[in-house]
């Protein structure tokens, strides 16, 4: 079992940058996919980004491309999103995923653990 551990979400005003880590304990995510999901209040559920395991192949969403990049270290075995020129249409719930069959397609090949989120607030 994965447990997926998010951090640095809090409030930064709009234009600025925020990078999230997320860090896996229990087992590591050895040979798998992570990325990045987020909730808006109202909204459904957005897959964003996701990174293979050897950061060979990334996926990021049209709403993000250019502004947010994934990264890993697999030696600490901790994800990081730097997000960039923040938006208040950023705001969420961000949590941290993992995907066994290492695809970075997870809105096709679905999400094996879950984290329990972080809150980013983009003030206008």
């Known amino acids: 079992q994965v447990q997926l551990v998010e951090s640095g979400g809090g409030l930064v005003q709009a234009g600025g940058s925020l990078r999230l880590s997320c860090a896996a304990s229990g087992r590591t995510f050895s040979g798998y996919a992570v990325g990045w999901f987020r909730q808006a209040p109202g909204k459904e559920r957005q897959f964003i980004t996701a990174i293979t395991w050897s950061g060979g192949n990334t996926y990021y969403a049209d709403s993000v491309k250019g502004r947010f990049t994934i990264s890993r270290d697999n030696a600490k075995n901790t994800v990081y999103l730097q997000m960039n020129s923040l938006k208040p249409e950023d705001t969420a719930v961000y949590y941290c995923?993992?995907?066994?069959?290492?695809?970075?397609?997870?809105?096709?090949?679905?999400?094996?653990?879950w984290g329990k989120g972080t809150l980013v607030t983009v003030s206008s």
């Open positions: 995923v993992a995907n066994r069959r290492n695809k970075e397609t997870m809105q096709y090949y679905g999400v094996d653990y």
